[in-house]
């Protein structure tokens, strides 16, 4: 089986079941919302306790549950640029600001990215007379880049003219 066959069947349980995602988070639990539905889509993967927590909760076999624990092939057929509208404004999105974004963080911590690896996210719903808000805080390691070779009173990382 493909784990994209395993998504599949794991969104048709939810659909013949009428489950939320909130309740499938609540019955796998130990990371955030957007990271077990991350699994659950096939991007991320689950610890052995959360992947038996779903294979529990699926009715899944020992290979599949198993699956869930594997390291998956993250964002295989993903289209650039994405093509469904709510995925391409967050690319939209990065497109118009990511210039600066990356000229205020270079300013603030220096030559060096934010980790999508050690990386934290929390999206909620805030109200609004206006038409409620989607929120979402993004929280990324700074990791500095390595200047390889450095010498005399050049720093190793993350070089910061002062």
């Known amino acids: ?45 689950l610890t052995k306790p959360q992947a038996a927590n779903a294979g529990e909760l699926f009715g899944l076999s020992k290979s599949e549950t198993a699956m869930l624990n594997e390291i998956p092939m993250r964002a295989e057929n993903v289209q650039m640029p994405p093509q469904d509208p709510l995925i391409y404004r967050f690319y939209e999105m990065v497109m118009v600001n990511g210039p600066a974004w990356k000229a205020l963080i270079e300013e603030e911590f220096g030559d060096g990215i934010m980790s999508a690896i050690d990386f934290d996210m929390v999206m909620q719903r805030i109200s609004n007379p206006k038409g409620d808000r989607v929120q979402i805080t993004m929280s990324g390691k700074f990791l500095p880049y390595k200047y390889y070779g450095a010498t005399g009173n050049v720093p190793e990382y993350g070089f910061k003219e002062g």
């Open 1 to 45: 089986m493909l784990r994209s066959d395993l998504t599949e069947k794991l969104l048709d349980i939810k659909r013949e079941k009428e489950w939320t995602w909130k309740y499938i988070c609540e019955q796998i639990g130990g990371y955030s919302e957007v990271l077990i539905v991350g699994a659950v889509l096939g991007n991320m993967k």
